[in-house]
């Protein structure tokens, strides 16, 4: 093998090497495992491992433990992880070379890069403690890696907690899991355990603790890192990172005055230091300012890279610069930046979308050669946003004919897609193919709970629900709301009830979900029970929640508890100005609901179709003619389209009132056909004021209504006997009991216990 290595060396060709690797056949020393083993890693590290793979096979002899280890190991440089956890298996079943420790590294790297063999990991790490290998350094890295990159933390620690002695590297790790996992305090919390226990923090440390104040968000912590950074003299890697961190951290925290100062006062700036900056102006919405340090950027002879182009396009994108968007598009090609749309790809297709661009979002994909499920993902989520639902699900149809298996994002816009279409059908072949391949995690399950509540199938989400393994608040707030929207609002306040009781936490949504089944219900005593639970829990501040307790007190008949909420209200939206005009003009107060309406449009909000409902229906209970038709009027002049409700409240005005005819008229006019409910209080202001003729003009009208709605049916059997015209009459109630229709009983609810 050492008359070789001279020969290997000089191997930097594909070539030269193969040239090499058929003297090696001819002298018969392709046997030797050392030769045939550094060609393995030689054709690797040139970019071919179909023929590093070739040699391994066709070994004559078994391969011995360093001749795996080294073949995995180039499977992980290439990043074919999969086929590396592959060779591990196989090397573990077939039982003839021993597993060296020189080969775990690379096989729990393969498994951190592979998020499904998490399982794999594990079993790797019983096999390191059999070995008794548990106590080697950089295998105990490895696996804190490992369970971090899995998310599991507590797995992590308790590796971590076993090393007897402890690195600034294995502190680093450590700190990084539990940021990257979303948990910023806790990795904040080994930060000073850490320092207290003597160790010095390096770059990596400082990079990793900028990222959890950028989570946090607090501009206090934000300058106390920094503050620590420049205390330690802690001085940034060659590449500047450090710096870079630095100032996204800043930018996050909201002081971009800070970031700035970095930026322009750092001595050394790479295309990732300007990509930086222009992400940095993009999270304060300074669109401008971002393409303006762009334009520095080239002047400056720095070149931009996929992610500074991806930033510069948001920037487009926010400024809805369609112009400037296909000018990076234009730079993207001409520059050769991405020429397989495989990086670039999925945020031109936002880009184009964001733009109302659809069909050149569409042409973008279209040209993406190697479509991951990130590609396809965006263009499902494009669909849905746009509203066009139908295609969403088609594309997740195509995305599994092209063998692209979809993720969780992909299950659950579909199935929210299924929901809101009512395709319960579809929404149930996509739960089987969750089912069938096992990918089902918290977010698909809350997903599929919902699609469930929407298909009016609440028996199976409550199903889904009672079996899941983990419940978020999210899967609890999916539960009630499904609930709460399907008339079961005891079963939703029971449910609520059931998280206060086991002390688990509850958000907005939450209450949200309760008050709307206690407004469904009627329940004030449990409404004012809620109202001071907000309180205690600080979640009184909110403009939906005060919407949402004003429309229960209004509805539950606290008129006045509800007008102290509006007016101690500090911003009010459209909805909470609609919902105190409809809780006047349920307690008949016109006069009040009018000055409501009043004080909104001087206040400068528009009102929108449900106000113009809200207001019209006070009108027409109350017998408010003239205000009623003015109202009516302005519809126009907010530019609100009038819907068959507007039209059935100005009807219902016009004929309790007296003015048949104009009721009438207004009938005529509609472009839609009446339905039973207008002709309802057309027909009942008719018998009101006598106008049997105009009965008799719309008889025709009246036999061609499709309903199951009983009180137009007894109505208008009632004008028929009243008028005389007992065969009529008669034929009517023949009907309701041939079709098997009752009149519905009236009755009361009221509040015990």
Not at 47 to 67: N, Q
Not at 149 to 174: L, N, P, Y
Not at 390 to 395: C, E, M, P, Y
Not at 531 to 547: A, M, P
Request: net charge neutral; proline share 2%; charged share 20%.
């Amino acid at each position: 093998m050492t008359l070789y290595m001279p020969f290997f060396r000089a191997c930097t060709t594909l070539r030269s090497l193969t040239q090499l690797h058929a003297h090696l056949l001819v002298t018969g020393h392709h046997g030797d495992p050392l030769p045939s083993t550094k060609l393995i890693e030689s054709y690797a590290q040139l970019g071919c491992l179909g023929s590093s793979r070739l040699v391994f096979e066709t070994f004559p002899s078994p391969a011995d433990s360093f001749m795996w280890g080294v073949l995995i190991k180039c499977h992980v440089w290439s990043r074919f992880f999969e086929d590396a956890v592959e060779l591990y298996h196989r090397m573990v079943s077939g039982g003839g070379a021993e597993v060296s420790r020189f080969i775990y590294p690379s096989v729990l790297r393969a498994c951190s890069c592979c998020r499904a063999h998490l399982g794999t990991g594990e079993n790797v790490h019983g096999r390191v403690i059999k070995c008794g290998l548990d106590c080697d350094d950089v295998i105990r890295t490895c696996l804190l890696s490992l369970y971090g990159e899995m998310g599991s933390t507590s797995s992590a620690k308790k590796v971590f907690d076993e090393m007897s002695e402890r690195d600034v590297v294995c502190w680093s790790s450590i700190i990084s899991t539990y940021i990257d996992n979303g948990d910023a305090l806790g990795g904040l919390g080994m930060f000073r355990l850490m320092v207290s226990g003597g160790v010095a923090p390096d770059s990596v440390t400082m990079i990793s603790l900028a990222e959890a104040c950028a989570q946090l968000g607090s501009l206090c912590l934000a300058r106390s890192v920094h503050g620590q950074v420049l205390t330690w003299n802690i001085e940034s890697n060659d590449d500047g990172s450090l710096n870079n961190s630095l100032i996204t951290m800043y930018s996050k925290c909201g002081d971009l005055a800070s970031a700035e100062r970095l930026f322009y006062n750092s001595f050394y700036r790479n295309t990732a230091s300007w990509t930086a900056m222009i992400s940095s102006y993009n999270q304060g919405g300074r669109f401008h300012d971002a393409i303006s340090v762009f334009l520095e950027m080239q002047r400056s002879g720095v070149g931009p890279n996929s992610v500074t182009l991806m930033a510069l396009l948001f920037s487009c994108s926010g400024l809805g610069w369609v112009r400037g968007g296909k000018s990076v598009h234009c730079f993207i090609i001409r520059n050769s930046a991405d020429p397989e749309y495989d990086f670039l790809g999925p945020p031109l297709i936002e880009f184009y979308a964001d733009c109302g661009r659809l069909r050149d979002s569409e042409k973008v994909f279209g040209m993406i050669q190697g479509r991951d499920v990130v590609s396809w993902n965006m263009l499902i989520s494009l669909y849905a946003r746009k509203g066009l639902l139908d295609r969403a699900l088609s594309t997740l149809g195509q995305m599994l004919t092209n063998g692209v298996m979809p993720d969780s994002f992909s299950l659950a816009t579909s199935l929210s897609a299924c929901g809101n279409l009512g395709l319960l059908q579809v929404g149930r072949e996509i739960h089987g193919h969750v089912v069938r391949t096992g990918f089902s995690n918290e977010y698909v399950q809350n997903a599929l709970i919902d699609m469930y509540s929407k298909c009016s199938r609440v028996d199976w989400a409550h199903n889904l629900f009672i079996n899941a393994q983990q419940r978020s608040v999210v899967t609890w707030n999916s539960m009630i709301c499904g609930f709460s929207q399907n008339g079961y609002s005891q079963e939703a306040i029971k449910l609520f009830t059931q998280m206060y009781t086991r002390r688990l936490y509850m958000d907005e949504v939450t209450f949200l979900a309760a008050i709307q089944a206690c407004t469904d219900l009627v329940y004030i005593e449990k409404g004012r029970w809620l109202h001071h639970k907000l309180i205690t829990c600080g979640i009184s501040n909110s403009i939906y929640v005060d919407t949402a307790l004003l429309n229960m007190y209004s509805k539950c008949g606290d008129q006045r508890t509800a007008q102290m909420i509006f007016d101690r209200m500090t911003e009010k939206s459209v909805v909470s100005w609609s919902a105190m005009i409809a809780g006047y003009g349920i307690h008949g107060q016109v006069t009040s609901a009018l000055s409501v309406f009043n004080q909104m449009i001087e206040s400068g909000i528009k009102p929108n179709e449900i106000t113009f409902m809200n207001i019209l229906s006070t009108c027409s209970h109350a017998g408010y003619l003239e205000e009623g038709k003015f109202c009516f009027k302005l519809m126009k002049e907010y530019g609100v389209e009038p819907q068959m409700e507007h039209f059935a409240c100005l009807v219902d005005l016009l004929s309790r009132s007296g003015n048949l005819d104009d009721a009438y008229s207004v009938i005529r006019s509609m472009s839609l056909p009446a339905d039973a409910g207008m002709w309802s209080s057309f027909l009942s202001g008719c018998r009101v004021h006598r106008r049997f003729d105009l009965i008799l003009t719309v008889k025709r009208n009246l036999v061609n209504v499709e309903t199951r709605d009983t009180g137009y049916f007894s109505l208008l059997s009632n004008i028929y006997a009243e008028e005389g015209n007992w065969g009529e009459s008669g034929k009517l109630r023949s009907v309701m009991e041939s079709t098997g229709l009752k009149k519905v009983r009236g009755y009361s609810m009221i509040e015990l216990g």
